[in-house]
């Protein structure tokens, strides 16, 4: 009885807990074709913060940079409540593969872009670690502030490989609160 009980809450913890494997990198990531403005649609996370606040989130804009060392530089613009923008300067780190970082900074030990075809879309994964709570995020990215139709189904069908399901979603309103970030 013991055994069978250890057995499936291992088994349970296996299910919840994605392999960081299950987790795709863009096939020959180019950084120079990632680079430029983008619009971040639509996000997915089991972050409790997140889910709290999603129905209130307008979507951010992010200016990316590819550095000569393989790192990205980026330029976040976070739309505030009160109509402003927090703006945020960050370095995504290079790590052991082309398309994969972290950002220590904002505690995510791993950050992947997994699917894009750089003129339209990118699904982007993230791992947080904060005071011992893992959590993951999807970030669907768009050059425009529309959802484009086959970004949106690669991020669905990545979400239940990371543990995630569609009612930790959201699609973000649109705003132009932080249009400036992208033309800096």
């Known amino acids: 009885m013991l055994q069978a009980l250890l057995t499936s809450s291992l088994l349970g913890l296996l299910w919840a807990a994605p392999s960081r ?22 996000m997915a996370s089991d972050d409790q913060g997140f889910l709290e606040s999603r129905d209130g989130m307008k979507m ?8 000569a060392n393989g790192d990205l530089s980026l330029k976040l613009g976070y739309p505030t409540p009160d109509g ?6 960050t ?10 970082f972290s950002n220590a900074a ?15 879309y990118a699904v982007v994964y993230f791992e947080t670690q904060k005071a011992g709570v893992r959590n993951v995020w999807l970030q669907l990215y ?28 959201a699609l973000l309103a649109k705003t132009d609160q932080c249009a400036d970030v992208l033309s800096q």
């Open 142 to 169: 768009t050059r425009s502030p529309d959802l484009f139709p086959e970004g949106a189904q690669k991020m669905q069908q990545l979400a239940p490989q990371v543990g995630l399901n569609p009612s930790q979603g």
């Open 21 to 42: 494997a299950q987790v795709p990198i863009q096939a020959n990531f180019d950084a120079s074709q990632f680079q430029g403005s983008w619009y971040v649609v639509g």
């Open 91 to 100: 370095t995504f780190t290079k790590g052991e593969e082309d398309g994969q």
């Open 106 to 120: 904002m505690a995510q030990t791993d950050i992947r872009v997994s699917y894009t075809d750089y003129v339209h």
């Open 84 to 89: 402003g923008c927090q703006k945020v300067d």
């Open 60 to 67: 951010p804009v992010v200016l990316v940079t590819a550095l």
